[in-house]
């Protein structure tokens, strides 16, 4: 193994024990760094000795072929990383990578379900078991504002219906508890009173949501129920896991609730990630502004 190789590795375990990144997040650095590694040997240089214009190359490199402002700004993310890491860890007396410009990003804003539709969502005639676990399901996800990750590692020690809470471990492996409405309580009692134990049948599992064969529910999993209920409920948007925790922050805002106690059930580490919900409910209300003010017939500049 090179000596590239032996630092990479241990990188990764870095981000894997300290920082607690996730596998598709260590894979996606592990990606840009041997890009970088490759690039740097073709210059006639490597990591220990390469300088901020060879930095500024390869991201320049990175554009030329086609990669877009999201993937270069998390390039350039992953490069000020190792080199803050190499640099606190002897392998380099400077850090090239301090001057590196991150790309501007225009973000979109989130699609959100409104409550009418939520409304609708949330019902269901039928009653198999089947059907009780995506409602229920449906409702925690909106109730909670989990990540889908979030949702499929829940386990039934970190259900507490009596007080009105999950627990959860979400990124960087940080846990935090997250209230729940009565909705998602009473079809959680109902879940776990009949359909859990049937659909877990003589397995031993602890996972909160099963699939029909007993086992936990996957990402893919939930994502093709979401698409088949919002289907069989009439609905003519596609709906995904993660629309279900727009929903949930925009509807608090909407509802008076404050920004740092959004962040907080959300699980945001800094809180200009949340602050683009407020942008959202922005534009609502500038959007019922022109439609019902009888002098809004010119454009509002935001």
Not at 145 to 155: A, D, M, Q
Not at 222 to 233: C, E, F
Not at 268 to 288: E, G, K, N
């Amino acid at each position: 193994m090179t000596s590239e190789e032996k630092i990479l590795k241990k990188y990764l375990t870095y981000l894997h024990v300290e920082r607690g990144l996730s596998e598709n997040t260590r894979q996606a650095y592990e990606r840009d760094l041997r890009q970088l590694m490759s690039y740097l040997e073709q210059r006639g240089t490597d990591i220990s000795v390469c300088e901020g214009n060879d930095l500024f190359l390869f991201l320049l490199k990175c554009k030329e072929d086609g990669k877009s402002p999201r993937t270069i700004a998390r390039c350039n993310a992953t490069l000020r990383g190792f080199f803050s890491f190499l640099l606190d860890e002897g392998q380099r007396g400077d850090n090239p990578s301090t001057y590196l410009v991150t790309p501007k990003l225009n973000q979109p804003l989130p699609k959100v379900l409104s409550e009418v539709t939520m409304d609708k969502l949330l019902k269901s005639e039928e009653e198999t078991d089947l059907t009780l676990r995506n409602l229920t399901m449906l409702e925690v996800l909106y109730s909670s504002g989990l990540r889908v990750s979030e949702l499929i590692g829940l386990r039934l020690s970190d259900v507490s219906l009596d007080v009105g809470y999950v627990r959860c471990i979400g990124k960087g492996n940080k846990e935090r508890i997250v209230p729940l409405g009565e909705p998602a309580i009473r079809d959680l009692e109902r879940y776990l009173n009949g359909p859990r134990g049937r659909l877990c049948g003589k397995q031993k599992n602890d996972i909160l949501f099963l699939n029909s064969h007993g086992r936990p529910l996957t990402r893919q999993g939930v994502v093709y129920i979401l698409n088949k209920w919002g289907k069989d409920h009439n609905l003519e948007q596609s709906i995904s896991p993660h629309m279900f925790r727009h929903s949930f922050a925009t509807h608090l805002l909407d509802h008076g609730a404050d920004l740092r106690s959004v962040q907080e059930m959300l699980g945001h580490a800094d809180i200009s990630t949340t602050q683009i919900y407020t942008h959202l409910t922005r534009r609502r209300l500038l959007d019922v502004f022109q439609k019902a003010h009888p002098r809004a017939d010119y454009k509002i500049r935001e």
